[in-house]
């Protein structure tokens, strides 16, 4: 143990402070550091810890927050101090100042806290944080699969908290600010009880199951692992609306009038059947407006809020949801359900390769390796992957949006959806000039203006 501690405190000095003449000093002191050392919890100097991995996940968090950083940046640049030539007669220009200060204040809270995370990330890995939850985890259960819940929830529940006063500035000051925060403080709070109830139900079986798996099934485990995540994906799929959506919002049927007949007589035409069309009371939180799909086959049902539905015309309305069929027609729904349970396989897959090399728990500071230290490194470790796969699925999705638009000037009229995409971007203060490389990065929806321009 002596000798462990000795090399890594060398270590420690000669990668903070440079090459520390540490053989030089006398032995009374070589002495003191390592009584000190005796008191000292000797988790975080392990000398197997300062291997290829910690370097690497201590390096791939760093990068990509510099590369955000970066990507915000170029961001910030394309804003002007004048309505740009290209938005006259799409934005007004008052509009787009207060977008503009309501990106920049967004940014800001965003920049606080992703530095606050980063520096809490690396100091969990620099000073052995993973492996003492996995300590305290492991003094209440010899069960493996408990001691990973135990661990999970810990770790869990400790990042919720610490995001909380960014999440509650963002709904309370930059929400409330520019009008869209409807929120109550009573429904921020159970809505944060509500979700981590969901995660326990949900989550915590499935996380015991997939540890389960570990140690019962070795190396082929991800196989069951991804079916046991495919069935529950596709679940929620099906019955989101019915089991999830109630806990947060109200789901009334569109009562029978002049907006539902031309609702069914655009799907009929379309040759879509749809029975389930709801509005939703998305006012409860938000003035901002939006429409979603959801489910399969007779479970598909097409849900408004009813801010569109106070603040849209009902050619407007149809528009939208005409680009919502568009979507389920031209297969995208299925196609992304599809692939996304490709990318969970080979996720599982990469997992499984890696996930038994002791070096992976080693390198958070543990002696013993186990599934969730495994999992944690992974995570990092397999971030820029799974930032080219997001790439990707934005590329995908993009195209998906003209296509969908596309659908409507070819079913309906690009005229009025044009009209309503522009209403939807104006009011929700969404920013309208983003810098193409920060578009490629994080965008699904192509910009406003690109999709005017295919409209036309
Ligand atoms: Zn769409």
Redesign the pocket.
Known sequence: MWGYVNLNFFIIFTTSQGVYPFSTRKCSETYLFHTYFKQTPCFFFLPQMYNTIFFLILIIPLSGYLLEQFLIHLNNKMWSDKLPEKLEGICPEEEYRKSQLYDRDNKKLSFWSSTFNLAIILLMIIAGGFSFVDDIARSFSLNLVIIALIFFIIIGFASEIINIPFSWYDTFVIEKKYGFNTMTGRTFVTDYFKSWLIALIIGMPVLGLLTWFYYRAGAGFWFYAWGLVTALSVFINFFYSELIVPLFNKQTPLPEGSLRDKIEEFADRAGFTLKNIYFIDGSRRSTKSNAYFSGFGKKKRIVLYDTLLKEFTEEEIVAILA??IG?YKKKHVLVNLVLSVLVTGFMLFLFSLVVDNPKLSQALGAEESSFHLGLIVFGILYSPLSLIIGLITNIISRR??FA?DRFVKDNYDSRILGGALRKLSVKNLTNMMPHPLYVFFHYS?PPLLQRLERLE
């Open positions: 680009h919502e979507h998906n949006e969908a929806h």
